[in-house]
């Protein structure tokens, strides 16, 4: 399949598509359309338009142009806000096209119109109330459900257009050529599961579509979610024994008052929990309860209970619908995300599992309040993700930390919800890992992996452990002569915000070169490094010279 010879640029007002655009234009050498001017040039000014024949028709003559637009060849095609709301109009920029939203904050947006002289007369109501943030929050939250069914999205507010240009081009190579090859995938929202609060919603091979709902408060909805899913003929519910002492009533509560018919079972907490032969008493207790195919496996709780509860879900009768509720940071941006379930062996971490997609996720950011401190070491999945893929995301860390730590809601949300989007992007991509852009995510987990199999995943919690192996990975790339050391101080700096260790002691360095040399990325008895060029530029190497991970291991261990 090729790539799509169309780029549609969408969004709420205020997010740049018309800067953007023509800038997108010339890199590619490809024709700028606007259907907002095309629009002008045939029926005058649209603010004209709104007062004398009213926003229907204006979207009637949208509609139009927007036809005519899609029927170029090698075009950039800028749409306005709402051309989005329409399915038959989705369903034209999905018919060759990338289709691309450029996601703001409200308070940008509102400082963005602000500034803009040339903002249309029939975009002067958003302004012209005693709120016009609430207004602008209002008006986006409505559109939110098809914006979030965009093929990518790029958070606009702390980059330059050059930059949101070169987002785009990136994520229009490193996507798989089959993820636009649907012309019905931005479907109308209304088809299920959909929710307007969707951080992302994941297209794969192996599945039709899935949506991430990351919202405050989101937990008391979860039976009826499940009901619009058409996932609630019966419920077994995995969790495990902390997670179930804080919010079990709360999820029984939620799933009773939908009439949802439900069992749970309960398994200690902790990584030493997440192996065959929990797998295997879980089987009994299934075939006790006389599961079969239709039911739904949900789990509920952090990393070890999604990827225990989800290698469950893939591999009793063949593979049950799951639903993956996660309570902590890790599985909300990274264990819940993506497909990926598995149970530890002796000897190496997540070694025995498989590729099996959920039917939904549901996270609310809400349920974090009930974790102890040291459980919030899962930002470092995030902020891995900043590393990886996108600068502003990391500014983002830097500047909000504290009020991410306090978990502010609105700050919490976001950040869960941008690292969510990130994942869901390389997912999509590269579903089972085949092209090398998924292997991408395992930056820093290649020595996070064997800390952690070296002490029996008993000393450390994975985020801490990722947090010392993505400095270990930062200081090969240095060694490789890949990475400034700008960016190994802004790195560290980060991680310490979040209350990270970049190193440890006390460890068996024999030990852990052993486990490495176990890791699932090995090669042909070569380890593949995930290591960086420079934030947002992650690449895979098996040429790692020993001499290079020793020196690197020398400043964690």
């Not at 036809?67 to 709402?82: L, P, T």
């Not at 602000?114 to 109330?129: G, I, N, Q, Y």
Request: glycine share 8%; proline share 4%; net charge negative.
């Amino acid at each position: 399949m090729s790539l799509p010879t169309r780029i549609v640029l969408t969004g709420f007002s205020g997010t740049g598509k018309s800067t953007v655009g023509p800038l997108l234009a010339k890199a590619l050498g490809w024709e700028l359309v606007d259907t907002d001017s095309m629009v002008e040039e045939q029926h005058g000014p649209i603010g004209d338009i709104f007062r004398k024949r009213g926003e229907a028709h204006f979207r009637e003559l949208e509609a139009d142009a927007l036809r005519e637009a899609c029927s170029r060849e090698n075009a950039v095609i800028v749409g306005g806000g709402g051309v989005v709301i329409s399915s038959k109009c989705r369903r034209l920029m999905a018919d060759g096209g990338f289709v691309v939203c450029l996601e703001a904050r409200p308070d940008t947006i509102l400082h963005r119109l602000r500034e803009d002289r040339d903002v249309e007369s029939f975009l002067r109501p958003l302004l012209d109330t005693p709120d016009p943030l609430t207004r602008i929050r209002e008006l986006k939250a409505a559109r939110q459900s098809v914006y979030v069914l965009c093929d990518w999205t790029v958070h606009v507010d702390a980059l330059a257009p050059e930059q949101v240009v070169e987002e785009i081009v990136r994520a229009r190579d490193r996507l798989a050529p089959g993820s636009f090859s649907d012309p019905d995938r931005l479907a109308n929202a209304a088809k299920g599961s959909i929710a307007s609060d969707s951080a992302a919603v994941i297209r794969t091979s192996s599945s039709s579509y899935y949506p991430v709902i990351v919202r405050w408060g989101a937990l008391g909805g979860l039976g009826r979610s499940l009901r619009d899913a058409q996932l609630a003929r019966r419920v077994y519910v995995i969790s495990d024994e902390q997670v179930w002492h804080h919010i079990g009533d709360e999820v029984e509560a939620s799933l009773s008052a939908a009439e949802v018919p439900f069992e749970s079972y309960i398994v200690p907490p902790g990584e030493a929990t997440k192996t065959l032969d929990t797998a295997s008493e879980i089987y009994d207790w299934l075939i006790e309860k006389k599961s079969e195919r239709g039911h739904t496996i949900v789990t509920v709780g952090g990393g070890m209970v999604t990827d225990l509860g989800g290698y469950v879900a893939a591999t009793f009768a063949r593979g049950l619908p799951l639903v993956h509720v996660p309570t902590s940071v890790l599985g909300m941006v990274d264990a819940a995300i993506g497909g990926k379930v598995a149970v530890n062996h002796a000897r190496a971490k997540n070694m025995i599992g498989a590729f099996y997609q959920p039917k939904m996720v549901l996270a609310d950011p809400a349920v974090l309040r009930t974790l102890p401190e040291r459980e919030h070491s899962g930002w470092a999945e995030a902020i891995k993700h900043a590393m990886i893929a996108d600068e502003g995301y990391l500014r983002f860390f830097e500047d909000n930390a504290e009020g991410i730590l306090k978990l502010d809601p609105e700050v919490t949300t976001e950040a869960i919800s941008r690292s969510v989007a990130i994942k869901a992007g390389v997912v999509m991509a590269d579903e089972k890992e085949t092209t090398g852009r998924r292997a991408t995510l395992n930056y820093g987990h290649t020595l996070a992996h064997a800390i952690e199999s070296t002490t029996n995943y008993e000393r450390f919690r994975h985020g801490e452990a990722d947090a010392i192996g993505m400095m270990c990975a930062a200081e090969i790339s240095r060694g490789m002569g890949l990475l400034a050391e700008d960016v190994i101080v802004r790195q560290k700096a980060v991680l310490e915000k979040f209350k990270l260790p970049t190193s440890a002691d006390g460890l068996d360095r024999e030990k852990i070169m052993a486990a490495i040399a176990l890791d699932k990325k090995v090669r042909a008895n070569k380890v593949r490094w995930v290591l960086l060029e420079g934030i947002g530029s992650a690449v895979l190497r098996d040429d790692v010279p020993a001499e290079v991970v020793e020196a690197a291991l020398d400043t964690v261990l």
